[in-house]
């Protein structure tokens, strides 16, 4: 069965984000319970890149922050996101991140046929000082997601 794409510049990239996931999860899916607990970076300040089960709850964390942002800036109800998904096993971090690109692409319910100008021209300035449009902030989500499984694959190995 061949996927249809969705129309529009948003469309195209929560198509790619939505890829981005895919992969991801297709990783996840081979890691066992113990590998996904494990700490693999005692020693990182980051706490959010101790083991694979905290590095997907930073995943979804921040796929919430970013679909919210989005929501925010046009006026839209929004949701608090957590600091804990409680993601104890690969099997619940791929129903989150599922969770999580619902919640983004409901997002985009009303704005799939916004134009170049619009998405180019909403600015939104990020808590980490960064000023993102709505396209920029798409492609940092989808970024966001290739390297963290990159680090993923680098701690199997």
Excluded at 8 to 37: C, H, S, W
Excluded at 42 to 63: A, E, F, L, M
Excluded at 69 to 79: A, E, L, N, S, V
Excluded at 101 to 108: I, Q
Aim: hydrophobic share 30%.
């Amino acid at each position: 069965m061949i996927k249809p794409y969705r129309n529009g510049p948003l469309g195209a990239l929560m198509d790619e984000y939505e890829r981005a996931t895919q992969e991801l999860k297709t990783v996840l899916k081979i890691i066992n319970q113990n590998d996904f607990i494990k700490i693999v970076d005692p020693s990182t300040k980051d706490p959010d890149c101790r083991s694979i089960q905290t590095i997907i709850n930073h995943v979804v964390r921040s796929g919430y922050g970013y679909s919210n942002y989005i929501r925010k800036q046009f006026g839209d109800k929004w949701i608090e996101r957590k600091d804990n998904y409680k993601i104890n096993s690969p099997e619940i971090a791929c129903d989150q991140l599922n969770k999580m690109l619902r919640y983004t692409s409901e997002t985009f319910d009303n704005k799939w046929d916004l134009s170049l100008d619009n998405i180019a021209n909403t600015k939104i300035i990020t808590t980490w000082g960064q000023t993102y449009d709505v396209e920029q902030l798409l492609e940092h989500a989808i970024v966001h997601i290739l390297r963290h499984r990159r680090q993923i694959e680098q701690f199997r190995m």
